[in-house]
């Protein structure tokens, strides 16, 4: 199981003060010293976090592959074909949203989302999309020829029933298993956290997971390199 480590929240810290410090640069090379197994930073269209000069340090900087979250906004693709990523994830932006809020509706945005695809694709960057666990938008990101697919993982984290949270695991499971058999190479995030990790770890078809919000807030206490290893333990149990 591979771990991408989203460090925007290193970004987030220092926003909020106006400084130039923490700086990302620094925790995405402590993430790798870590075991990371990618950095994962999202390029909003607001900037509220990662600016450019972090991707263009941090791509620099590391060794492990680098997975810049993005939206399918014309300027923000046009960075992405200019500094080349490891790989593009598709995410869906909303301006006002605390978060990114679900996946990206490959059904309503097919023609926009297959657009942006064949333009990184032409580059040589791998493109991932991060869909809703439904079997229908996995069809429709086979037809669009991305070779990655991230699941949404944010109705399962935020479920408390134990009902729905199992109704959710399902819904992972069968959908992940089923891209897996369709040739994807499967990977979840947002919301896993140090407890709800392990389920979604135990779902052999996925592969890879991303972690940020939880993994930066732990390192406040423990250090962020003790943060890293310990999420990458609990992915090996
Ligand atoms: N994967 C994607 C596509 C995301 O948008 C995010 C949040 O930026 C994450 C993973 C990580 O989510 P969290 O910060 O909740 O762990």
Known sequence: MKLGVNIDHIATLRRA??????????????????????????????????????????????????????????????????????????????????????????????????????KLQKKGITVSLFINPSKAQVEKAKQIGAEHIEFNTGEYSEAKAKSSIKKELKQIKDTATFAKKMGFFVAAGHGLDYENVKAIASIKEIEELNIGHSIICRSIFVGIAAAVKEMRSLLKK
């Open 17 to 118: 003060r106006g400084t130039f410090y923490p700086d990302p640069v620094v925790g995405a090379l402590l993430c790798e010293y870590s075991g990371a197994s990618s950095i994962v930073a999202h390029l909003r269209e607001d900037r509220r976090h990662i600016k450019e000069r972090d991707i263009l340090l941090i791509k620099k900087a590391i060794k492990i592959p680098f997975n810049l979250e993005m939206s399918i906004n014309k300027d923000i693709v046009d960075f992405a074909l200019k500094i080349k990523p490891d790989q593009a994830t598709l995410v869906p932006e909303k301006r006002q949203e605390l978060t990114t809020e679900g996946g990206i509706d490959l059904i309503k945005n097919y023609k926009k989302v297959e657009f942006a695809v064949k």
